[in-house]
């Protein structure tokens, strides 16, 4: 089936990157060609509307492609606070919001092995990222990605409360004067 996703590069859906902490990580000795499942105990439970991001040095920060023999599925830590075996039916497809393992299954050469080469060696350097609310943050299948640059919120909020202050002393001014 051919790939049918949109390609989206506003920057501006992106609410937060690196929420949790940034991974790099690189897994040797695999046969070539495999995949192999890499579970991640995040630092913060996955937030609301929330993708898994990879950076590559030759295109930036792009959306985890799902599809190929790679996934990506989340779970709860255990009630001793350890992540489930990469094998345990907890994990659930896709990054649900709350939880706090990461399991990712990398394709060695495949769209999410940072060095595109089938070597035995797979390197994903990436992290969580938040999507604004409302935005379709859907990972799309069959070898698709969103490519996307990394954008802090600008939290717009603050010049408006700092020029509200402005005015207001604007005016206190005006009227000493008067």
């Known amino acids: 089936e051919a790939c049918t996703a949109t390609s989206n590069t506003d920057d501006s859906l992106i609410k937060d990157v690196g929420v ?3 991974y790099d990580f690189e897994v040797h000795g695999l046969d070539l ?4 499942d890499i579970v991640i105990p995040l630092t913060s439970p996955i937030p609301a509307n929330a993708t898994y991001r990879k950076y590559t040095a030759n295109s930036g ?3 985890f492609a799902v ?4 996934a990506l599925a989340s779970a709860p830590a255990t009630s001793t606070g350890v992540c489930p075996a990469p094998t345990s039916s907890a994990y659930i497809t896709g990054l649900n919001q709350g939880d706090t393992c990461l399991r990712l299954t990398i394709t060695d050469g495949g769209l999410n092995d940072a060095d595109s080469s089938a070597n035995g060696i797979i390197k994903d350097p990436g992290g969580i990222a ?4 409302g935005v379709d943050a859907t990972l799309r299948g069959n070898g698709c990605s969103m490519t996307a640059n990394a ?5 717009i909020e603050w010049y408006l409360v700092a020029g509200f202050i402005a005015l207001l002393g ?3 001014m005006s009227r000493r004067k008067a």
């Open 20 to 22: 949790g902490g940034f």
């Open 151 to 155: 954008k802090a919120n600008d939290h």
């Open 33 to 36: 060609g495999s995949s192999t």
């Open 61 to 63: 920060w792009e959306l």
């Open 130 to 133: 938040q999507i604004e609310s």
């Open 170 to 172: 604007w005016f206190n």
């Open 67 to 70: 599809g190929n023999g790679d």
